[in-house]
Antibody
Framework: EVQLVESGGNLVQPGGSLRLSCAAS????????MSWVRQAPGKGLEWVSG????????DYADSVKGRFTISRDNSKNTLYLQMSSLRAEDTAVYYC???????????WGQGTLVTVSS | QSVLTQPPSVSGAPGQRITISCTGS?????????VNWYQQLPGTAPKLLIY????RPSGVPDRFSGSRSGTSVSLLAITGLQAEDEADYYC???????????FGGGTKLTVL
């Protein structure tokens, strides 16, 4: 069974940093692109960033470019999102998902909550 | 505003058929990129419902169907509405101008 489990969400002050992790199992992690998608409280879904399989090419939404860095450790089957210069508007549940545009996202993890507040 | 436009809400009685539209532009749906649909039940993560406009993943009932309507519009149809279909539904595609995936704003389905 394909499973994605996020961790690392927390309360952080504006301007602070945080690293999210997503542990993958049930598929050959190296072969698949992965993405982070977020959902602010009561709002819709927003694609944040994606990374290709073994090659590791990355893409970012304009809203996080220059502040967030996506990476992966294929030896540990783990996806990361390093977030810095955090703003209140980054407050959201962050989901990791298997896939990257122009393809679909499936499956999704359960999400981890990041709250940016003083 | 979202790049893809969906109606904020739709409703229907049990057993009825509803459709949800997803309208894009020449840089996403109109450029030929696939549209995918997700169902998000209250308090849970999104789940893939339809991919590649009209394909259903294993386990998704055939009451759910997707189609293309015109150049830049995709439709999600749900027939035989059931109470458990009450959820938020999102469309997703790829935008060449933004070089990334884009989502619709979501549609809340209420089963009356």
């Amino acid at each position: 069974e394909v499973q994605l489990v996020e961790s690392g969400g927390n309360l952080v002050q504006p301007g602070g940093s945080l690293r999210l992790s997503c542990a993958a199992s049930g598929f050959t992690f190296t072969n698949y692109a992965m993405s982070w998608v977020r959902q602010a409280p009561g709002k819709g879904l927003e694609w944040v960033s994606g990374i290709r399989g073994s090659g590791g090419g990355t893409d970012y939404a304009d809203s996080v470019k220059g502040r967030f860095t996506i990476s992966r450790d294929n030896s540990k089957n783990t996806l990361y999102l390093q977030m810095s210069s955090l703003r209140a508007e980054d407050t959201a549940v962050y989901y990791c998902a298997k896939g990257l545009g122009p393809h679909w996202f499936d499956p999704w993890g359960q999400g981890t909550l990041v709250t940016v507040s003083s | 505003q979202s790049v893809l436009t969906q109606p904020p809400s739709v409703s229907g009685a049990p057993g009825q058929r509803i459709t949800i539209s997803c309208t894009g532009s020449s840089s996403n749906i109109g450029a030929g990129y696939d549209v995918n649909w997700y169902q998000q039940l209250p308090g849970t993560a999104p789940k893939l419902l339809i991919y590649g406009y009209s394909s259903r993943p294993s386990g998704v009932p055939d009451r759910f169907s997707g189609s293309r309507s015109g150049t830049s519009v995709s439709l999600l149809a749900i027939t035989g509405l059931q109470a458990e279909d009450e959820a938020d539904y999102y469309c997703q595609s790829y935008d060449s101008s933004l070089s990334g995936s884009v989502f619709g704003g979501g549609t809340k389905l209420t089963v009356l």
